[in-house]
């Protein structure tokens, strides 16, 4: 489906007269005029904190469009004044707006710039204008606001429609109110509710975003009909997503390498911050900071750090089975270790299964270890196969091709057993950098391919008397991997005219041509994945993190457990109505049989002191007593003393510098030279916390476009002087 180019236009005011445009930051001003004119910002959004998801995104949109118009790098937004309306809209944000979804419409936005094909400079330089706004934001909020603003989910409009006339009726529902305003006060604030309306997997939202989200500010222009908009909602896919799953999806891997949002990562994955804080019928899936002494001892199940001990646990205790079969290799009968292989390997595939649906294809893809996983479960069950067929048909060849198929099992099953390294950041730097090799060795390849099979063909006929064709490949292919000696040997058997030049041609080709460029593009594909690496490492441990914490299930079984589960449960629900009495029974089972390693996960929080700490950790200092992440109503009613307090601070520093200016007495061009420092000052506080490292001609760049900008000042100013001593002068005669 070919995507739709927005084009955003100015809304006129209600005098009917259209506004004057703001100048573009591009157009060129003489510096007199620059001198004795006063800059005028942009015209901000006027975001409300009930605005809906889809009106915040027009909004944000019809800024982003009338302000970045000009293809621009990253770095450039980042650095130069191609991107002072960013800030200026980052300004705007902490001290006016205080929606809760504002950074999951920017990552949003960052999605719908970076699906454009059309236009790419531009568009991919505004989808790096919303995703530097987005990380900006949360530096400008405290932890505890960053949590709130990351960890939101986008809720459903009916969903969101009901919760708002529930709180503004909530002041008179009592207990003297009838019976009937509290039933339907309570029926709108049940969160299993919230269940009707299902959370889309991860593969049909980038097939939904595709379709939908490219109309998001086309209707800013008019060139959407009004009575179509309710009927299809181009922010459908977002429901129920939190700002961190929309930049897993938008690719979004500079914002999810930032230090404001890792110390968020970093605590789901530490189980500081939990999404299901009790195991009951009528549990609600909702972020919050983890507090021992009132959360249920098996929330901690779902901890993402427990999960992956747990799989190493797995993967070992596989292994072992895996050994075992293959050394006792009974060619007669199945043996009881082989029937604890398959219930592993049963286990471990509906695990996987389960993973998959819950996360999608495109969180599932994302992490190399499930392409091993998928290999070792397409092995695992062509042994089976071809074990079961054998035994039962006697044939002693099936029986041994059975058992070779198994060995292959182990190329894959030892390095999974070892992926806990990958969380390393050492050894998970270098996995983006081997899986980009990869691809480009792949694209060599086929060069490679094509001209191996020319002179394959070329061989073979012009030596079709001396060699067949099996012989003449396997020729070949010793010649392509350095046994060239090999064709010198048998290059005037081939033909003693075309042979000698044909082979030498060959082997130049072969041996230093295709090699030497290999080399070389191998290393220059290394050389330029390894400054993003770092970004690459954390993307995939963000998105593991993500996958593995943010499930709508209550109950997750620990393989080979789910096996207990898988029978039980799915054959009843095919004539019993799954209702709380089902999930009850389930939640029960789990207690039952995942007993001994909620023991284990006590015992080693015991030991590293976290029920003495409390609730308080490294990532992010939590409330005292556990309280969950504010909701809409809460962050609403905070809003005043926000606003006033980052009004406040920003008001003092702004005295206090023009009191410090107006005591030293500095003049206008000091002044000038002072804001630019500050701006610098600024850049660089950014580039401390920015997670890339700059290259060496990066910092050239940027210190050139330094001194031009402080020449231009200082010329600026000159200016400004001469011209006002001119006209004293004047005023004088």
């Not at 057993?417 to 390849?445: N, Q």
């Not at 009843?572 to 799954?578: G, H, I």
């Not at 029920?611 to 490294?618: C, M, Q, V």
Request: proline share 6%; charged share 20%; with cysteine.
């Amino acid at each position: 489906m070919p995507v739709i180019r927005v084009r955003s236009q100015r809304v006129a005011p209600p005098g009917g007269e259209e506004g004057i445009r703001t100048p573009s930051p591009y157009k060129f001003k003489s510096p007199l005029a620059m001198a004795n004119s006063i800059p005028e910002l942009p015209d901000m959004p006027d975001i409300g904190p009930d605005d809906s998801f889809r009106l915040l995104i027009k909004k944000l949109s019809l800024y982003i469009a009338e302000n970045i118009r000009l293809p621009s790098t990253f770095e450039q937004l980042r650095t130069t004044a191609a991107g002072d309306c960013l800030r200026h809209l980052v300004d705007h944000l902490v001290l006016n707006c205080d929606h809760p979804a504002i950074v999951n419409a920017l990552l949003a936005l960052k999605w719908h710039y970076g699906a454009i094909t059309e236009d790419k400079g531009l568009n991919d330089a505004r989808a790096s204008g919303c995703e530097i706004a987005a990380w900006r934001l949360l530096t400008h909020l405290s932890e505890r606001e960053a949590v709130d603003y990351c960890l939101y989910e986008i809720p459903h409009p009916a969903l969101e429609a009901s919760r708002q006339s529930d709180e503004e009726e909530t002041s008179q529902v009592n207990e003297h109110s009838p019976l009937l305003a509290r039933a339907w006060t309570e029926s709108v604030a049940n969160p299993r509710r919230k269940h009707e309306f299902p959370r889309p997997t991860s593969d049909n939202r980038r097939n939904l975003l595709l379709q939908s989200l490219t109309r998001l500010t086309m209707s800013m222009t008019g060139e959407v009909d009004d009575e179509g908009e309710e009927e299809d909602d181009p922010t459908a896919p977002f429901i129920n997503l939190n700002a961190l799953e929309i930049a897993a999806i938008a690719d979004a891997k500079r914002f999810l390498s930032q230090n404001v949002v890792q110390k968020i990562i970093t605590g789901i994955w530490n189980g500081d911050i939990i999404f299901w804080d009790n195991l009951s019928v009528h549990t609600e899936k909702k972020p919050r900071f983890y507090n021992p002494r009132t959360a249920d001892p098996f929330s901690r199940l779902r901890v993402p750090k427990y999960l992956k001990s747990f799989e190493v646990v797995f993967f070992a205790s596989f292994l072992f089975l895996y050994y075992a079969v293959l050394v006792e290799r009974n060619p007669t009968r199945i043996t009881p270790l082989e029937i604890f292989l398959y219930l592993w390997l049963a286990a471990f595939s509906y695990d996987e299964l389960s993973e998959w649906i819950d996360a999608g294809s495109i969180f599932y893809a994302a992490d190399i270890w499930n392409i091993f996983d998928m290999a070792i479960m397409a092995i695992g069950f062509t042994f089976m196969v071809l074990r079961i067929i054998g035994l039962k048909t006697q044939n002693e060849e099936l029986i041994d091709l059975a058992f070779d198929v198994l060995a292959l099992e182990a190329l894959l099953m030892v390095p999974r057993v070892c992926s806990i390294l990958s969380l390393s950041p050492y050894w998970g730097t270098l996995i983006p950098c081997l899986k980009e090799m990869a691809k480009d060795f792949i694209k060599f390849m086929v060069l490679v391919v094509i001209i191996y099979l020319g002179f394959l063909t070329t061989f073979s006929l012009v030596g079709r008397d001396s060699f067949p064709l099996r012989d003449m490949t396997w020729f070949l292919t010793k010649i392509f991997f350095g046994s060239t000696f090999v064709g010198f040997d048998i290059m005037r058997e081939i033909d003693p005219v075309f042979g000698p030049p044909l082979m030498i041609l060959f082997v130049m080709l072969s041996s230093i041509l295709l090699m030497g460029s290999l080399t070389g593009m191998l290393s220059n594909s290394f050389s330029r994945v390894i400054t993003h690496a770092r970004e690459e490492y954390l993307f995939v441990y963000s998105i593991y993190v993500l996958e593995a914490s943010t499930s709508n299930r209550l109950t997750h079984f620990y393989p080979p457990f789910n096996l207990l589960a898988l029978v039980i449960f799915r054959p009843l629900r095919l004539f019993l109505p799954s209702d709380d009495k089902f999930r009850r029974a389930r939640i029960i089972l789990l207690k039952a049989t995942h007993l001994p390693i909620v023991f284990i996960i006590a015992l080693y929080e015991w030991i590293r002191g976290t029920s003495l700490r409390g609730a308080t950790y490294s990532a992010v200092k939590a409330p005292p007593h556990g309280a969950p992440i504010a909701s809409p109503a809460m962050m609403r009613k905070l809003a005043g003393p926000r606003r006033e307090m980052r009004g406040r601070r920003s008001v003092t520093s702004l005295q206090s510098d023009q009191a410090a200016q107006s005591r030293l007495g500095m003049s206008s061009m000091e002044r000038r030279i002072s804001a630019h420092q500050a701006r610098q000052a600024e850049e660089a506080h950014e580039d401390s916390t920015y997670a890339e490292r700059a290259t060496d001609v990066e910092v050239r760049i940027a210190d050139l476009a330094a001194r031009i900008d402080r020449l231009t000042e200082l010329v600026i100013s000159m200016q400004s002087q001469q011209s006002t001593t001119l006209g004293d002068v004047s005023l004088s005669l």
